[in-house]
């Protein structure tokens, strides 16, 4: 009673009571768009990845500059780790390590993705792989730390068609003058035909073009058989490709990554590499 007595004799202020100085939250119903939480860009757009099967082959490959010992008896550490290209740029391993068969048994060993990134006009792509741990199998090592560069080649389905038709046209090209100038021969070295005023017989040269038109023809032909070669080299061979698969952000037709890519240590050739995509998950 006493306390409630002290309390009645206080001063209260009516701005104190004043609902304005109380603070309760904003009911959503009755947010504006401005006052609303707004979701970040991670929120909304959630991370994509698409499964690859990445082949490595570590060893020593031709001329490459790498230490003397390194490799020197052909020994390989081959290596498969299945890893997902994920939309936001990162390669991940879809384990925490990778295993290989060495001398003494399986050999485990921790691995982790980094990057990757397809440039180039969407030409070339480079992956890359980080060995936490020292690895070995005979005389192939990598060094704790070492982080593996995997370079290549890659098509998407659009390209491949483009190549094809444009090797068909200039093949088409080069036969068909190849043809007219085996129409010119069969007419020069064909059967000969009685020239009754001069008593002799005589080749046929009726329609045959002459000695200029004969060469300016045969430069075309040898121009479009060059070309025909240069657009079947730039054409790869379909079982130097992986089999169709999709990478965030390119070609959902399928997307073709060329074998026996680079593996570099630093800027050294290491090995060579391959990818299949995972289909049957």
Same mark, same amino acid.
């Not at 757009?45 to 690859?52: E, G, I």
């Not at 800027?267 to 590499?273: D, L, S």
């Given at each position: 009673m006493k306390l409630l007595s002290i309390l009645a004799l206080l001063p209260v202020s009516a701005e104190a009571l004043s609902a304005a100085s109380l603070s309760f939250p904003t009911p959503p119903s009755a947010m504006t768009p401005s006052s609303a939480p707004r979701s970040?860009?991670?929120?909304?757009?959630?991370?994509?990845?698409?499964?690859?099967?990445l082949t490595l082959d570590i060893g020593r490959e031709p001329l490459a500059n790498m230490?003397?010992?390194w490799a020197r008896s052909g020994c390989r550490m081959p290596m498969v780790i299945p890893c997902d290209?994920?939309?936001?740029?990162?390669?991940?391993?879809?384990?925490d390590t990778v295993s290989f068969t060495g001398p003494n048994g399986a050999v485990v060993s921790p691995v982790q993705g980094e990057e990757w990134e397809i440039s180039n006009n969407d030409k070339e792509i480079k992956c890359e792989l980080t060995f936490p741990k020292y690895m070995e199998r005979r005389d192939v090592w990598i060094d704790a730390g070492t982080t593996l560069t995997l370079l290549g080649s890659v098509y998407t389905k659009e390209e491949l068609e483009r190549l094809d038709q444009e090797f068909y046209?200039?093949?088409?090209?080069?036969?068909?003058? @190849? %043809?007219?100038l085996n129409e010119i021969a069969d007419q020069i070295e064909g059967p000969k035909k009685w020239n009754e005023e001069k008593q002799v017989w005589e080749k046929r040269m009726d329609g045959v073009p002459n000695i200029f038109s004969q060469m300016q023809k045969r430069v075309q032909h040898l121009g479009a058989q060059a070309k025909q070669k240069?657009?079947?080299?730039?054409?790869?061979?379909?079982?130097?490709?992986?089999? @169709? %698969?999709?990478?965030?952000?390119?070609?959902e037709k399928g997307l073709f990554i060329q074998k026996h890519g680079l593996v570099k240590i630093g800027?050294?050739?290491?090995?060579?590499?391959s990818a299949e995509p995972i289909t049957n998950l």
């Open positions: 970040t860009a991670s929120q909304v757009d959630a991370v994509t990845a698409n499964p690859w099967r230490p003397f010992d290209f994920q939309s936001d740029k990162k390669l991940i391993p879809r384990a046209e200039a093949r088409e090209e080069a036969w068909e003058l @190849g %043809g007219e240069q657009k079947a080299n730039q054409r790869p061979s379909l079982k130097d490709l992986s089999d @169709g %698969g999709t990478i965030p952000g390119f070609s800027n050294v050739v290491a090995g060579r590499w």
